[in-house]
């Protein structure tokens, strides 16, 4: 499996951005899929974004779409979520994911995922 630390939540207003980092460790880490879900209070877990292995196809939510950009450092085996235009329907606690399977391009399915982060919680106040 692949071990998963997100960092950089915290508190903004509306309209403004903010950077999530997701660090891997693990063998396969570098060649797995990765993914960014949200789970709002009382709200089931979404698929936010997707970036494959190679990091040459990314996906995102519609909710998200034009305003939320995915990548990943190999150098770093780090991927990021920049997120901009943040709305308060963005608040939620942020979990990064890593696909089950290797060389995958992406997916928003999160039974595709069994290595998760803790999540860090994002609040946009209004």
């Known amino acids: 499996q692949v071990q998963l630390v997100e960092s950089g939540g915290g508190l903004v207003q509306v309209g403004g951005s903010l950077r999530l980092s997701c660090a891997a460790s693990?063998?396969?880490?570098?060649?797995?899929?990765m993914g960014w879900f949200r789970q709002a209070p009382g709200k089931e877990r979404e698929f936010v974004a997707a970036?494959?292995?190679?990091?040459?196809?990314?996906y995102y939510a519609d909710s998200v779409k034009g305003r939320f950009t995915i990548s990943r450092d190999g150098a770093k085996n780090t991927v990021y979520l920049q997120m901009n235009s943040l709305k308060p329907e963005d608040t939620a606690v942020y979990y990064c994911?890593?696909?089950?399977?290797?060389?995958?391009?992406?997916?928003?399915?999160?039974?595709?995922?069994?290595?998760w982060g803790q999540g860090t919680q994002v609040t946009v106040s209004s």
């Open positions: 994911a890593a696909d089950r399977r290797l060389y995958r391009l992406g997916s928003g399915d999160q039974t595709d995922f069994d290595s």
């Open positions: 693990g063998r396969t880490s570098s060649s797995r899929a």
């Open positions: 970036i494959s292995w190679s990091g040459g196809s990314t």
